[in-house]
């Protein structure tokens, strides 16, 4: 029987089965998409397929982050029953969501003052935040108490690896990253950006490349350089992408072929709705454990 609750957001961009096999309760955000509102539930209401299209047609989607009272909905239940809960965010670079959380927990840490309720920025975004929800889930099996594993979840999200790149710049600029002529001249160019998140959970591009190719390698070669033990890494390794699942793979076959002692196979995963939101098609992220981040 674990000795706390581990619980997080939809938006580690993780598939569903991951969450009923682990056993992890997840609140979910939501997205304004043609003037209806949908949750952010894992392809769930709206295939993810059928998201992209309509990104790709035209259609503009907005997000919301979770309320204060869906984290009371969330904790209050597992409180109850006697619960100490260790909660994950999206990180607090990105999104307000991490402050939500802290209020619900304010506010019920004198209704429940024998229970532990502990607030984790993850400094992270999609399956990077993911990774680092999977390697806690670890920490939780293996028996070890949630005082230790808040500490070590503290340490852990800042060697987190985050790098993006993308094909398509229309949402780069739209979300005020590049400018409007940037946009234009690096679509007619090819050019693809490779992104990261920084130590404050920021993303931030990096460097352009001309041509997918380029950036691809690029990508991989920031694994070599910053993975746990170089080529030698054994932890795991995900890559989430919007649409573009064969660039995914392509990047997948490269690590695999690389790092001969990676804990199992790449996991490629989809972009959820909130996150793709802000991204729209055509961008393929990596993530790994390795050194400090640091700027």
């Known amino acids: 029987m674990p000795g706390f ?4 957001c939809s938006t580690t961009d993780m598939p569903r089965n991951f969450f009923e096999e682990r056993n992890i309760p997840f609140v979910c955000f939501s997205y304004i998409m043609d003037g209806a509102e949908y949750p952010d539930d894992l392809g769930r209401t709206m295939p993810f397929d059928e998201f992209y299209a309509r990104i790709s047609a035209g259609a503009t989607p907005t997000t919301s982050q979770v309320s204060v009272g869906q984290f009371l909905s969330l904790f209050e239940p597992l409180l109850e029953a006697g619960n100490d809960i260790l909660h994950i965010t999206l990180s607090s670079g990105i999104s307000g969501t991490y402050g939500s959380a802290c209020v619900a927990r304010d506010t019920l840490a004198e209704k429940y003052p024998g229970r532990k309720l502990y607030i984790v920025d993850s400094l992270a975004a999609s399956s990077g935040y993911g990774l680092l929800v999977d390697m806690v889930c670890d920490m939780r099996d293996k028996g070890e108490d949630i005082d230790k594993a808040f500490a070590e979840t ?36 090819h050019i693809c950006p490779l992104l990261n998140v920084d130590f404050e959970g920021n993303l931030i591009p990096r460097t352009k490349y001309r041509g997918k190719k380029r950036v691809i390698e690029e990508t991989v070669k920031r694994m070599v350089e910053h993975a746990k033990d170089g080529i030698n890494y054994s932890g795991k390794c995900f890559i989430s992408n919007s649409a573009c699942y064969e660039d995914a793979r392509i990047v997948a076959d490269m690590i695999e072929e690389r790092f001969k002692n990676l804990k199992g196979k790449v996991m490629i995963n989809s972009i959820g709705t909130v996150i793709g939101s802000h991204t729209g098609p055509g961008t393929v992220a990596l993530f790994f454990e390795g050194d400090k981040r640091e700027d």
């Open 5 to 8: 609750i581990l619980s997080c």
């Open 154 to 189: 503290e340490k852990l999200k800042m060697h987190i690896h985050h790098w993006f790149f993308t094909s398509d710049l229309t949402h780069l600029h739209r979300g005020g990253r590049i400018s409007a002529a940037s946009a234009v001249f690096g679509t007619v160019l």
